[in-house]
Structure formats: C-alpha cells, structure tokens
C-alpha cells in the first residue's frame, strides 16, 4: 500500500516539474530531451538485464521514423 502512495506522489511530481522545466527551455526541446532519456533507459534495461541484442534490421528503419516523428509531434 506504501508503494502506490509512493508512486502516485512521484508522479504528481512530474507534473510539477515539467511545468518549471518549461519555463527554461521550448517545448520542443523538453519533449525530444524526455524522450532520449527515456529510450536510453528502455535500450538500457534491454541490455543490462535482459542480455539481448539491440540490432535493428535495415526494414524496421522506416517504422522507427514513423513511430519517432508521431510521437515527437503528437506529444
């Protein structure tokens, strides 16, 4: 019961502190910043804790700029 408290006050923190990020940086750049960090974290835990490869094929490029130009965008 104490970590979901403790979860839902992190993540009313977020709110907080993406509002004062914003104040010094465009929005844009806020959200690619959030971004990277949070695919460095997911390419992160796939090689530290799962031990698999990260090598992306020459057909699934196209899908990635797809999916990276959406959500930079949409966001």
């Known amino acids: 019961m104490i970590l979901l408290i403790i979860l839902y006050m992190l993540f009313a923190c977020t709110f907080t502190i993406g509002k ?13 910043i959030r971004m990277l960090i949070g695919g460095l ?22 899908l990635f700029f797809k999916v990276g130009f959406f959500q930079y965008y949409a966001a």
């Not at 990020?21 to 690619?32: N, Q, R, W």
């Not at 090598?55 to 490029?61: F, G, I, R």
């Open 20 to 32: 004062a990020a914003l104040s010094y940086t465009s929005p844009i750049l806020f959200i690619g």
């Open 41 to 62: 974290l997911l390419l992160g835990y796939q090689y530290f804790f799962k031990r698999t490869s990260c090598a992306v094929q020459s057909k699934d490029l196209w």
